[in-house]
């Protein structure tokens, strides 16, 4: 069982940056991969970025590679999200996911997470 909670959001103008953080209970979270999903109004949930159980592999979308990093502490039970030129698209809900099967390879399939944050909302100004 793990329990989510996100935190970070805001409102920021276009070129800005932001810094997600996903708290996470549960003494097994350091064995879970965990993922970053975004939703706008209207669209479907979406990729946004993953990292291994261990920190030692990390997963981008395209669209956001190169401005956003995935990391996690696991001391803390903690996953960020660095969110740097923001641009109006990143306009969304994020949402901290936990894949609870140990020791997993990442996904980036939101189907395969079975645990998920309440969400956090970002919005861009342009």
């Known amino acids: 069982q793990a329990q989510l909670v996100e935190s970070g959001g805001g409102l920021v103008q276009a070129g800005g940056s932001l810094r997600l953080s996903c708290a996470a209970s549960?003494?097994?979270?350091?064995?879970?991969?965990m993922g970053w999903f975004r939703q706008a109004p209207g669209e479907e949930r979406e990729f946004v970025a993953a990292?291994?159980?261990?920190?030692?592999?990390?997963y981008y979308a395209d669209s956001v590679k190169g401005r956003f990093t995935i990391s996690r502490d696991n001391r803390k039970n903690t996953v960020y999200l660095q969110m740097n030129s923001l641009k109006p698209e990143d306009t969304a809900v994020y949402y901290c996911?936990?894949?609870?099967?140990?020791?997993?390879?990442?996904?980036?399939?939101?189907?395969?997470?079975?645990?998920w944050g309440q969400g956090t909302q970002v919005t861009v100004s342009s």
């Open positions: 996911a936990a894949d609870s099967r140990q020791f997993y390879p990442v996904s980036v399939l939101p189907g395969r997470y079975d645990f």
């Open positions: 549960g003494r097994t979270f350091s064995t879970y991969a």
């Open positions: 990292i291994s159980w261990n920190g030692g592999s990390t």
